[in-house]
Antibody, heavy 115, light 107 residues
Framework: EVQLLESGGGLAQPGGSLRLSCAAS????????MSWVRQAPGKGLEWVSG????????YYADSGKGRFTISRDNSKNTLYLQMNSLRAEDTAVYYC????????WGQGTLVTVSS | DIQMTQSPSTLSASVGDRVTITCRAS??????LAWYQQKPGKAPKLLIY???SLESGVPSRFSGSGSGTEFTLTISSLQPDDFATYYC?????????FGQGTKVEIK
């Protein structure tokens, strides 16, 4: 069974940093492209960043370009999102999503940016 | 970026009704279209992938159709557990984009 478990969310101050992790199990992690998708309170879904399976090519939404860095450690079956220069508008639940034959979602981790 | 236009934004229906939600892409996405159901406080649940493939464990009353730029999600007979918000998503190319959502309410 495919499982994705996010961690690392919490309260951060404006201008601060957080590092999200997503632990994967139940599938060949290195074969899956992975993404981060977020949902601000009461809003719709917004793709944040993606990374290919083995070559590690990275992609970013304009909202996070230059501030967020996606990475993966295929030896640890883990996906990361380093978020710097956080803003109030980054407050959201962050989901990791794996793209294989279908799309697998984690349960999300809440990031709150507030002073 | 590919824009996804979902309609209607709200839908009032009764148990047993046939319900259809439409999603239009601003350019062709072939069949790289997914549909999700989301309930408050929960992660999105995948219903349909590749436009018409039913995710394992999802009831057969859910079906998807379309290709290119026009897609539909149909619930053949609405059940009490189906009152939720539904989203379409294109994963043809980055940036992935989502429809605005359709809230299915009790009539």
């Amino acid at each position: 069974e495919v499982q994705l478990l996010e961690s690392g969310g919490g309260l951060a101050q404006p201008g601060g940093s957080l590092r999200l992790s997503c632990a994967a199990s139940g599938f060949t992690f290195s074969s899956y492209a992975m993404s981060w998708v977020r949902q601000a309170p009461g809003k719709g879904l917004e793709w944040v960043s993606g990374i290919s399976g083995s070559r590690g090519s990275t992609y970013y939404a304009d909202s996070g370009k230059g501030r967020f860095t996606i990475s993966r450690d295929n030896s640890k079956n883990t996906l990361y999102l380093q978020m710097n220069s956080l803003r109030a508008e980054d407050t959201a639940v962050y989901y990791c999503v794996g793209t294989g034959m279908t799309l697998a979602w984690g349960q999300g981790t809440l990031v709150t940016v507030s002073s | 970026d590919i824009q996804m236009t979902q309609s209607p934004s709200t839908l009032s229906a009764s148990v047993g009704d046939r319900v259809t939600i439409t999603c239009r892409a601003s350019q062709s996405i072939s069949s790289w279209l997914a549909w999700y159901q989301q309930k408050p406080g929960k992660a999105p649940k995948l219903l349909i992938y590749k436009a018409s493939s039913l995710e394992s464990g999802v009831p057969s009353r859910f079906s998807g159709s379309g290709s290119g730029t026009e897609f539909t999600l149909t619930i053949s007979s609405l059940q009490p557990d189906d009152f939720a918000t539904y989203y379409c998503q294109q994963y043809s190319s980055y940036p992935w984009t989502f429809g605005q959502g359709t809230k299915v309410e009790i009539k």
